[in-house]
């Protein structure tokens, strides 16, 4: 009897309902040191007592866990055959945006494939390696999935951001696997070419969200290719960064694409005001409800355009320009005024590169009467002024309506008082 109390396990939901970390799994979110726990439990219960049995001494012991450890535990699981068919049908998500490989610890070559293989119905996967790079995907990963001819069909959302790892080939290979992508994060990616793009969106035809900033190789050739075969369902999509792009691809996109809601062209270097006319005249400005343009050094985005752009664009809520895009002349500024006041759904407005000495009247008249007084956000973006740096040392300098700092807008803002004015953000940026 003392044995049999000695091993006694009280009964857990795991225990008795075992495909219930099939719920947990749903949700998994390999940055959680709670997940990297529940598979390293898992793992080392299995040969204990019965799979899924939680006991708090494990849960104590495992907390160190990193999330390399815990997809490392979940390939284990995997390969183990300890999750039967209805769990691993309950993974729908996996993000590995948080796993660092080390010098003494790294996942096996086929860790995509065994995970593929293993989550028939996973409908999104994150790759990126914005945060640690993400060496562990490389070209050879989406190789070796080819080799054995998978498909997997449930996959909707795929994000590549940031890996520096892949090449064109392992990037074409990506139609194949992947037919019935919705979503597609190529930001920073490389590999990223126009005969890769193209490959891409003609064989994936159910894309509605494209990211394709910052593709130092992609030209007018690769764009043409997402005009063409996005023209249905083509809803957002990223240029940012991108100095090969011209007008010419650019009014194709706004001519086949009549359903894009927000289009990103900041840092775009040879977009001019032409495009944009383009735009604001096609059929793609009665649904485009974002539109990024900071930066744009050839955008001059004078009076009439942002006339015509208030007028023809009925639902754009969300718009971002460099300030010296806006015709701030004197003369014209009531002009301006009544341009932005013909926004009827705006409401945010990010304003880059706010100079030292600018009219700072004329952003409160902004909060004030933009889109008809439904602007709820007026973000402002500038760079280190002089004045925030005094004898070598920071202090608060004598402050006055005609500075843009925080200590005026806090001022705007306490002065609301809950009338029908946007809020004013200052965002400092480090570069300016």
């Not at 799979?51 to 979940?74: E, G, K, R, V, Y």
Request: charged letters at 20%.
């Amino acid at each position: 009897m003392d044995d049999f109390f000695a091993s006694f396990r009280p009964p857990t939901i795991f225990s008795l309902f075992p495909d219930a970390i099939g719920v947990v799994l749903t949700h998994i979110q390999l940055d959680n040191e709670t997940m990297a726990t529940l598979a390293r439990v898992n793992r080392e219960c299995y040969h204990v007592v019965m799979p899924f049995i939680w006991t708090a001494p494990l849960l104590t012991n495992s907390s160190f866990l990193t999330p390399l450890q815990c997809m490392q535990a979940i390939l284990d699981l995997i390969t183990a055959r300890a999750l039967s068919a209805p769990t691993r049908a309950m993974i729908l998500r996996l993000d590995m945006s948080f796993i660092e490989e080390s010098l003494y610890s790294t996942l096996p070559e086929n860790w995509l494939l065994v995970l593929l293989q293993n989550a028939p119905k996973l409908n999104t996967l994150c790759l990126s390696g914005k945060r640690t790079g993400a060496h562990f995907v490389q070209s050879q990963t989406f190789r070796k999935m080819a080799n054995v001819n998978l498909t997997h069909p449930s996959l909707e959302n795929l994000d590549l951001s940031d890996c520096t790892d892949i090449r064109e080939p392992a990037l074409k290979l990506i139609a194949d696997l992947f037919p019935n992508l919705v979503s597609l994060n190529l930001c920073r990616t490389s590999g990223v070419t126009d005969l890769a793009v193209a490959l891409i969106v003609d064989k994936c035809q159910y894309l509605e969200t494209i990211d394709l900033s910052y593709a130092r190789q992609l030209t007018d050739l690769g764009l043409f290719s997402v005009a063409k075969f996005c023209r249905r369902n083509l809803r957002v999509l990223h240029l940012n960064g991108n100095l090969k792009i011209t007008n010419e691809s650019l009014m194709a996109v706004a001519k086949h694409c009549p359903m894009i809601e927000r289009l990103f062209l900041s840092e775009c270097s040879q977009i001019t005001d032409a495009a944009l006319e383009w735009i604001v005249r096609s059929s793609s400005s009665l649904s485009l409800r974002e539109l990024e343009l900071h930066r744009c050094d050839r955008v001059a985005f004078g009076l009439p355009l942002l006339e015509l752009l208030s007028g023809k664009c009925n639902v754009l809520e969300r718009l971002t320009l460099t300030y010296k895009q806006i015709n701030s002349q004197r003369d014209d500024l009531k002009h301006v005024m009544e341009a932005f006041r013909n926004f009827s759904k705006l409401h945010t407005l990010a304003i880059y590169e706010v100079p030292e000495h600018s009219p700072a009247l004329f952003f409160w008249d902004l909060a004030f009467q933009c889109s008809r007084g439904e602007l709820q956000h007026l973000n402002l973006h500038r760079g280190s002024f002089a004045t925030d740096y005094i004898l070598g040392n920071y202090a608060v300098a004598f402050e006055h309506d005609q500075n843009i700092s925080n200590q005026t807008v806090n001022k705007f803002n306490d002065r609301r008082n809950g009338a029908r004015k946007a809020a004013v953000r200052l965002f400092v940026d480090e570069l300016f």
